[in-house]
């Protein structure tokens, strides 16, 4: 399964939001965001609490990106 949380990193630029500050406020470890920036799959508890931060639902941080769509068909 392949995540993608673009979508979060625009919501805090258009926020005028630091990544450390969403860190902070959502009490979420430097582990789970260091996740985050590679894509990775986290826990929906700290996905809930950003969505709390942020005032946001959680399609709104990210998406699903299916990845088999890179394998080519033989």
Do not use: H, Q
């Not at 969403?22 to 700290?46: G, H, Q, S, Y």
């Amino acid at each position: 399964m392949g995540v993608s949380y673009n979508r979060l990193w625009k919501l805090l630029i258009d926020e005028k939001m630091s990544v450390s500050n969403l860190r902070k406020l959502a009490e979420i470890a430097p582990n789970t965001m260091t996740k985050l920036r590679r894509d990775e799959a986290v826990n929906l508890a700290f996905l809930g609490r950003i969505c709390r931060v942020l005032g946001c639902d959680f399609g709104d941080i990210m998406e699903y990106v299916d990845e088999t769509k890179d394998v080519k068909a033989t």
